[in-house]
């Protein structure tokens, strides 16, 4: 069982930025990691995602703006956001998937929060 804590959401204004972190309780080598996110009323859906050799792809929405990364020694992933836009709100969710097994898990979510 690996445990992921998101953190670094909050509120800002339009054309700002945040960084959020995924920490993992356990190594995530063998994991390929993603960030998605859930507005109110819509579905949840996938942001970024990395693999376990570094091979990312972007929701069209967020490509140009944001950039997801990892460190392996440090067990976390981030997610770089630029350029935020009112759209961009939502709860921020970190996502790992053994890739081998296709064993999933979740964090609990960070609010990610852009006024106009």
């Known amino acids: 069982q690996v445990q992921l804590v998101e953190s670094g959401g909050g509120l800002v204004q339009a054309g700002g930025s945040l960084r959020l972190s995924c920490a993992a309780s356990?190594?995530?080598?063998?994991?390929?990691m993603g960030w998605y996110r859930q507005a109110p009323g819509k579905q949840r859906e996938l942001v970024a995602a990395?693999?376990?050799?570094?091979?990312?792809n972007y929701a069209d929405s967020v490509k140009g703006r944001f950039t997801i990364s990892r460190d392996n020694a440090k067990n976390t992933v981030y997610l770089q956001m630029n350029s935020l836009e009112p759209e961009d709100t939502a709860v921020y969710y970190c996502?790992?998937?053994?890739?081998?097994?296709?064993?999933?898990?979740w964090g609990q979510g960070t609010q990610v929060t852009v006024s106009s």
């Open positions: 996502n790992g998937v053994v890739q081998r097994t296709g064993e999933r898990y």
């Open positions: 356990g190594s995530i080598f063998r994991f390929a």
């Open positions: 990395i693999t376990s050799v570094g091979t990312t």
